[in-house]
């Protein structure tokens, strides 16, 4: 027997080692693809424990994995984690800092084997985790993008491209992060609307008169080369051709006309700084027989170079701003500063502003790979889920540019070029250049790619070489994934088994990052999409939609979760919120419900133990032993149900709607089989029926069980084993039994009438709450109905509606009784008899609770109609206000209707 009360901890701990023990997660080529089910975890990175994000992410897959594992699909979920590159050296880094030491204080050799020591102990940690919220992970195919397969499979894709002409070495404006030391690639760079200020000043021409700039980054103007104006704006087309003088520099610049320049922000002129920003580095490519050349005037620090000027140079962006701003109004040539709100590029990681800077990197062309994954989008082979992010992901495509793959970082895929040093005009004993020196340098270089320094130089046969130091992006390695993970590029049996994948699960912050990418890698290389089918959720973010964040105070702790909940609850609460690509609001208070369901769950299948015989009937109680002439209405209704909720559960599942799957058993279950069925089997357990209704409940609460195991694999796991022999199975675990399968049971006439006699129990249970009827207290009533029909529900299911409405009697009476309040369902309209019920105290009692309802709508009235309340109230608060007001006041409408049909006797 059950115990009485669920004891996660315990369950969980017993049914992770079975599975283990099992082997139920490995799977192992075989010989029909089609049999195959895999996924490839997005792998987390390195840098600590899992989040409640990352909880959702494998929560989803597990449903998937578990759902496919069920339906005898041969399962492989290839777990792993990522190097992470900069947020991993960010949290070494920190390390270090606490020593107060930064890594320049110890060499490359030694950094390196600190981070191998903690990505071990990290990676340890993540797989832990993984297993405590019940991931059936295949462990023997760990992964880690940093490991030998994986530096292999890197290696083969740089040389591939270096080959193919498609990586390349050159100049180019990069979004570069002062506070990571490193370039960042286009979609590492994130957007925050932010105030700011919009500076107005302006630039005098020598020979007279001047035009008006405005600009949200005054500092810059240190390096501005020219103002350009829109060739069609009428207040500038005299203008365009004349000479103005820096203010500071005296340096001699012009205006220009470009169709770039928007006429209608600012003052329609802009400012040209084409050595920080990559817009007016276009401009000045377009211009440069009359503009001179981008200047640097912010170095790779953040602090302002030599090349800005005596008073200037060595300030910090914000030091200098003030400075400018100050000597623009000291010469009189600011015109005036407002408030303004704009979008500023931040690192993904880091969130600190971006720089743009002209730097040496390596790059690699995207365009042919783009047309590829372009073409795979359109025709049908790569689907997104949910498809609204179709055009999105297009349109990212169709506008693709070239990817910055070099990082200025020691943690990482050290990029496979080395330099001759005799070629290059480096002397044999000149140390290594440092990563800045590389960074700087535009000289064409001569080199050569291979995971080795080469024996001697093609050119000139030297045997003295230098490695390039920076190392290349996290997210080349991420993008191989798919293919990495099974050995690419050996033709392995794996490789050859369970490539392409299946399905990817992952966040929409990533599309562009990872998910593109893999699917260009996969079809260079391989000419197959990765992946059939991309499921896209949301964020997981905190009640009132804001993003968890340490600093913040709001972030949920999965593991505390879990230890305070269970695992099953907790897994739960994600899912029933995963609808598609929406982000989910989350605090402790959503485990409430799934906690009360895992807890329903565990008392009814108690129930339904408590009416069974010690030991089962031989073969169990079977469905295909059932007399279908004996069944009542009740029995063919809820198999009927379940073997509708099974289809629709099927259909859900096959379209990634994980919320709605999940609502579905969630629904059946409690609202279904726990509040209707099981009622009206108690006293059938006692009768001749016992048997029959015995099977029904067996069968219809383990095939809810199965179909609810990928959300709640340990309660469903222990509760089966209960149940099993009764059912007449004998798999050693869920997993490996039958999938939900009941013969045709549709019943449309019986669901038909089943929901009639509902609706006329609730009708008469709404009577008795709204009147205080004590619960025990059994009382008259009388029903009139024209159709007969109607006379006919009543009188064929009188049983039901006396037992489930807790009535002594129900009789036909047309005419209403005294001391009775009335009631209508469809053409049936009843009586209830409130006899033994003290009406006066009843009226009192209602006055009280309608002045109250009155108070409480007249408060929220008053807060609702307060403009400063409402301006300064978050969104979400002012909807819960407006919602309640809107309860308060339908509330006391209806005991309005019910005073008055007391009054009216």
Known sequence: MLDKVYQPREVEARWTAA?????????????????????????PNVTGALHIGHALNNTLQDVLVRHHRLRGRQTCWVPGTDHGGIATQNVMEKQLKAEGRTRHDIDRGEFLKRMQAWTAECKSTIMGQLERLGCLLDMGREAFTMDDVRARSVLHAFQEFAKSGLIYRGERMVNWCVRCGTALSDIEV????????????????????????????????????????????ARYKSLVGRALRHPFLGRAMRIVADTYVDPAFGTGAVKVTPGHDPNDFEIWQRHKGEMEGPIRVIDFHGKMTP???????????????KLVVERLEAEKLLVRTEEHRHSVGVCYRCQQPIEPLLSCQWFMKMRPLAEKALKASEDGRFKLSPASWDEPYRNWLKNIRDWCLSRQIWWGHRIPVWYCLKCNGLSAGEPAMSQSAWRDSKREMRYEVGAQMPAKCGGCGSAEFVQDPDVLDTWFSSALWPLSVFGWPERTRDLKFFYPTTVLVTGYEILHLWVARMQMMGLWFEGKVPFEDCVIHGIVRDRHGKKMSKSLGNVVDPLLMMDKHGTDAFRFSLAMQAYPGKDIPYSEDSLKGPRNFANKIW?????????LPERPPEGGYRLDRLDKSRLELADRWILADFQAMSARFEERMAAYEFAAAADEVYAFLWDEFCDWYVELAKPRLAGEDADMVRTILVQALVGTLKLLHCFMPYITEELYQALKAYAGEDAPLLLLSKPPSLREWAAPDAVERM????????ALRTVRSQFNVPPGLQIAAFYSAKDASARSLVADNLSYILHLSRLSSLEASEKRPPHSVTTAVGDLVFYVSLEGIDIED???????????????IRRCDERLSDKTFMDRAPQAEALKLRERCRQAAAKKAALLDILKSLEDG
């Open 19 to 43: 599975w283990k023990a099992a082997g139920v997660a490995h799977a192992e080529a075989g010989a029909d693809p089609r049999s195959r089910y895999v996924i490839v975890i997005p792998p």
């Open 190 to 233: 994130e957007y925050e609307e932010q105030k700011g200020r919009l500076w107005h000043f302006r630039y005098q021409c020598p020979e007279g008169g001047g035009i008006v700039v405005a600009t949200t980054r005054p500092e810059t103007m240190l390096g501005d080369t020219a103002v350009a104006v829109h060739p069609d704006d």
């Open 307 to 321: 090349e800005a000027g005596d008073g200037f140079a060595g300030l910090s962006r914000d030091q200098a701003r």
């Open 603 to 611: 008392n009814s299948t108690r129930f339904v133990l408590m009416n």
């Open 755 to 762: 929901r009639a006699v509902k609706d006329i129990v609730t």
């Open 842 to 856: 009843e009226k009192i009692r209602l006055k009280k609770e309608i002045g109250r309802l009155s108070e409480e």
